[in-house]
């Protein structure tokens, strides 16, 4: 531990964002980074706790006390070695990760100022970039073949553990790149493509085949492999099956965040497939995570107004008694997205969408109550009767994604992902792929 008694003179300094009015001209990270010092001295008020519950709430495991030591040594090399020992691609994480770590630091339980533990992250895996820390290594194989289907970071995740493990790995993918949701999910003012890019010609130089636009059919598995893994996520949204359902202009989130994503690559598509916001207003149901991408999405695409409402009550604002720290905390969250511009309402059912000329032109909506349960059980929703109309021209549907059922598959299949999990996030995902790459290995070690 570089300086035990750091954290009492320096305070948290978060790197910040972009201002509104440049970064909603483009597509480009909305996200800063510090100087060089001020890194360092922010990983100094890491404070080495006997009990590192940062270590703890974190899914893939990272060391973040040693690696914020290394970084304050000014050791970027060391900081890197430790961080990718049990993160495979921090440049992901550093950048898209909730950080449940920094929600468990005991800083953040004294001082509500909890250690830049994400953006550290993200700081040291660009060092280790920029300085050729990151070289293509390749293995000895050990004369086994394993198929992943996916290439997700869950699927990602996989190749590069049991590339470097000796197995000879291909990975296919239906998509026409890799990356699964981290390319065309996830949007690019948060996670730029070239990063996922960055790193795929490295897997690709140490050996990793990739076979893009297939689509593999999980009961006719490719021949000539030793063992597969399904990564393939948890596609099929929720839809809201609500009168007015068939009207145009009302569409899934990821329909409309996955094109923009391709556009930005280069693809173009027709004005009758085309979904864009332009001088639209913008009605977003679901007030989760993939809501907020559709209102930054909206926003650079040139909205009129944007709204988005959840059926949920609003959350408490800064602490909630139910979830005391270490756990993730449930209390509002404003993201970058929110901040940029739009109207978010809670407690609102949907009840229809209203039309006009076959088109969308507004949704029903009606306020609920939330009425706890007695035996601690879920709260049982209450319409109230109060009605009015959300004028909207576009709808887009946030309301997350159906876990996938799983078919039977033979010993030699292994699973990791939402595939598994149904949707979460991408470091579980991660984490779930170290631990199914172990029962790979472990069952050809048998
Ligand atoms: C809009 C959005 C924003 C998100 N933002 C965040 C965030 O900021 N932070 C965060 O941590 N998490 C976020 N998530 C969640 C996160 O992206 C997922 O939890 C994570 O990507 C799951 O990884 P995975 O590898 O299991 O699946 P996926 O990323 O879904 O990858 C699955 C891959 O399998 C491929 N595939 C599917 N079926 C087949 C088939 N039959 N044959 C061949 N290939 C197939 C797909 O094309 C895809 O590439 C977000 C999710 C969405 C939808
Ligand atoms: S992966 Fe997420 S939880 Fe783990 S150290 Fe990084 S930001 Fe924290």
Known sequence: MGDPKAFLKIQRQEAGYRPIHERITDFGEVEQTLNTNDRRLQASRCMDCGIPFCHWACPVANKQPEWQDALYRGNWKEAYDVLSSTCDFPEFTGRICPAPCEKSCVLKL????????????????EVAFR?????AIIPKRNGKKIAIIGAG?????AANRLNHKGYQVTIFDKAEAPGGLL???????????????RRMKILKEEGIIFEMGIEIDPQKLPAGFDGYCFCIGAETPRDLTIPGRELKGIHFALDILSQQNRILEGATFSKDKLINAKGKKVLVIGGGDTGSDCIGTSIRQGAESVTQIEIMPQPPVGHNDATPWPQWPLVLKTSTSHEEGCTRRWSLTSNQFIGKNGKVAGVEVEEVEWIPSTNGGRSTMKPTGKTEIIEADLVLLA?????????QFPQNVFLAGDFVSGPSLVVRAMADAKIMVSKVDAFFNK
């Open 110 to 125: 004294s001082s509500d100022e909890p250690v830049t533990i994400r953006e550290n992250e993200a700081a040291i895996v």
């Open 131 to 135: 300085e050729g820390y990151i070289k």
């Open 153 to 157: 970071p869950a699927g990602l995740t």
């Open 183 to 197: 390319r065309y999910g996830i949007p690019n003012f948060k996670l730029n493509k070239n990063i996922i890019d």
């Open 399 to 407: 309301m997350g994604f159906l876990k996938p059922e799983i078919p």
